[in-house]
Structures are given as structure tokens and as C-alpha cells.
């Protein structure tokens, strides 16, 4: 499986993450499921800080480089590059062959001057608080609203 996303920003990613539940091993509410995080690129260090500490965050791999994702440029995610990591984390559970139900969350995504997106909102490095933001009003977008968003997006 593979899902592919398109930059509709007029600003370059740099990180993002994409979280998997796994709801053949529980309904994620009720029962808790288990999950695998993809992590895409590397957050910037203006805003690589843990948010309850302050301290800053060290790169899960460091030689990873930024994920440098242009704006209007698409990438796709192939779900194979990390069946490994994913085979070992529903071992306990179930082959990953017999999956039927994934459930698919994107974000939070990091441009390059370290503005954050969370679905829902955007927000700015707070420089006076590390690991803290400044949200952007709801309304705010970094580029034109309207472009590239799909077919019947109500904006």
C-alpha cells in the first residue's frame, strides 16, 4: 500500500509523520490497538524541543537529511519501506499479512523556518519558550487557499 500527498503550501516541509492504527488489534477507542509511526525527514532545530521540558529533542536518526518537500510537489509513501519496523511492532499481535483494517492520521508537518502544522491548525516556534507555539489565527494558510485542493473541498 502506498498513499501519495501533495504540498499545497507555498513553503517547503522539511518533516512529517504519518501514524498507523492497526484496527484489527482493537477498535483504538474502546480497546486500544496498536500503532506505528512513520517519521519523514527532520524537525528544524528551531523547533526540535520537547514541549513540556523545554529540552531539545534529539533526531530519532540523525542521518536522515530533511525531507525537503517543495511546495506543489507530491510524494508517495510506500507502506513496504517499512514493513520491517511495522512487521516487529504487531508481532505480538498478528502476522502483518492478515491486516484488513489500517487506520491513517497525518501530521504534525514542520517547514523549513520551523512553522508547524497539526491538522486543524498552524503554528509558529514560541522563541521566548521552547517546545512551545504561537497558534495562527484559524483562517491562516501559507499560500493560496484553493489550490490544489481536491474535488468538492469546502474551504
Same mark, same amino acid.
Given at each position: 500500500?502506498?498513499?501519495?500527498?501533495?504540498?499545497?503550501?507555498?513553503?517547503?516541509?522539511?518533516?512529517?509523520?504519518?501514524?498507523?492504527?492497526?484496527?484489527?488489534?482493537?477498535?483504538?477507542?474502546?480497546?486500544?490497538? #496498536?500503532?506505528?509511526? !512513520? @517519521?519523514? &525527514?527532520?524537525?528544524?532545530?528551531?523547533?526540535?524541543?520537547?514541549?513540556?521540558? %523545554?529540552?531539545?529533542?534529539?533526531?530519532?536518526?540523525?542521518?536522515?537529511?530533511?525531507?525537503?518537500?517543495?511546495?506543489?510537489?507530491?510524494?508517495?509513501?510506500?507502506?513496504?519501506?517499512?514493513?520491517?519496523?511495522?512487521?516487529?511492532?504487531?508481532?505480538?499481535?498478528?502476522?502483518?499479512?492478515?491486516? #484488513?483494517?489500517?487506520? !491513517? @492520521?497525518? &501530521?504534525?508537518?514542520?517547514?523549513?523556518?520551523?512553522?508547524?502544522?497539526?491538522? %486543524?491548525?498552524?503554528?509558529?516556534?514560541?522563541?521566548?519558550?521552547?517546545?512551545?507555539?504561537?497558534?495562527?489565527?484559524?483562517?491562516?494558510?501559507?499560500?493560496?487557499?484553493?489550490?490544489?485542493?481536491?474535488?468538492?473541498?469546502?474551504?
Amino acid at each position: 500500500m502506498s498513499i501519495s500527498l501533495i504540498n499545497r503550501t507555498n513553503k517547503t516541509i522539511v518533516f512529517g509523520a504519518i501514524h498507523l492504527e492497526f484496527l484489527d488489534t482493537g477498535n483504538c477507542r474502546a480497546l486500544s490497538c #496498536t500503532a506505528y509511526e !512513520i @517519521h519523514l &525527514g527532520q524537525i528544524p532545530a528551531v523547533a526540535a524541543y520537547f514541549g513540556k521540558t %523545554g529540552q531539545p529533542l534529539k533526531p530519532e536518526h540523525p542521518e536522515r537529511p530533511p525531507l525537503n518537500w517543495a511546495p506543489g510537489q507530491t510524494i508517495v509513501v510506500r507502506f513496504s519501506d517499512y514493513m520491517a519496523e511495522i512487521g516487529e511492532t504487531l508481532a505480538a499481535y498478528m502476522p502483518v499479512t492478515a491486516l #484488513t483494517k489500517v487506520a !491513517i @492520521h497525518i &501530521g504534525p508537518f514542520f517547514f523549513e523556518d520551523g512553522m508547524r502544522w497539526n491538522p %486543524g491548525s498552524y503554528s509558529l516556534p514560541d522563541p521566548e519558550h521552547h517546545g512551545k507555539f504561537k497558534y495562527l489565527p484559524d483562517n491562516y494558510f501559507p499560500g493560496r487557499r484553493g489550490h490544489n485542493s481536491p474535488p468538492g473541498y469546502n474551504q
